[in-house]
């Protein structure tokens, strides 16, 4: 975070561990029903120092800037890796992002101008898309989903880190790509054409399930 001069406060332990990766995300921001990207937690997210500057030019994308306090947003803009290049890319969504995924694709040129817009301020270098609806893709939520992130694409350049998370069930997986048993397009391929792929993983097993159990989304396993 920052401290009251605004200088970024500096954890020398955690700075050592992050030479240990390569890519570091900002999560999460959100998505309002007009397509703006926005700081959902100021109090955290944002500075006074932001308030009077990006805010003042981005006002939708600070919607409670009066809130702000911590500036932990900008100080992730400032971290740099020593050992190795750091990519950091801000991550939208989140558990129970079904409303920002409907305004992110019933929106995707504010969402592409006001997503490039964060990034080109703090000088980010990308973008993940963590969407995670409470339901199955409706018909043409696949295909606008596969075109929101070619827009991404065009609109960030082609050295721009773009990803998406997908659940591991075959279920949701099917329903990107496929409105009924008979008619399917290959949206999810279409996107990996424009950006990484990450399988949540941790939806069939992590620490907070009991013994040996797996997790909802598995059928795997009784």
């Known amino acids: 975070s920052l401290g009251p001069s605004g200088d970024t406060q500096k954890n020398q332990e955690l700075l050592d561990q992050l030479d240990m990766i390569n890519v570091l995300a900002y999560a999460f921001l959100q998505v309002d029903g007009s397509g703006h990207v926005y700081f959902n937690h100021p109090a955290v997210d944002l500075s006074q120092r932001d308030v009077k500057g990006f805010c003042q030019q981005h006002s939708d994308s600070c919607p409670y800037a009066a809130r702000a306090l ?104 099917r329903s990107m790509d496929c409105r009924s048993s008979t008619s399917c397009h290959n949206n999810l391929t279409q996107i990996a054409d424009d950006a990484y792929v990450s399988l949540m993983g941790y939806e069939f097993h992590d620490p907070y399930y009991p013994g040996g159990v797996t997790g909802n989304n598995s059928n795997l396993y009784s």
């Not at 500036?71 to 050992?83: D, L």
């Not at 990308?126 to 929101?148: H, M, N, T, V």
């Open 70 to 173: 911590e500036g932990n947003f900008t100080a992730f803009a400032r971290i740099q890796n020593t050992a190795r290049p750091l990519t950091k890319i801000i991550s939208i969504g989140g558990a129970g992002s079904q409303s920002t995924f409907e305004n992110a694709i019933a929106h995707p040129k504010m969402f592409v101008q006001s997503a490039s817009a964060i990034i080109a301020a703090y000088h980010l270098d990308g973008i993940d898309l963590d969407f995670e609806p409470s339901a199955f893709f409706g018909p043409g939520e696949g295909e606008r989903y596969a075109q929101l992130v070619l827009a991404l694409r065009k609109k960030l350049g082609a050295r721009a880190y773009i990803s998406i998370e997908v659940p591991g069930d075959w279920e949701t997986l």
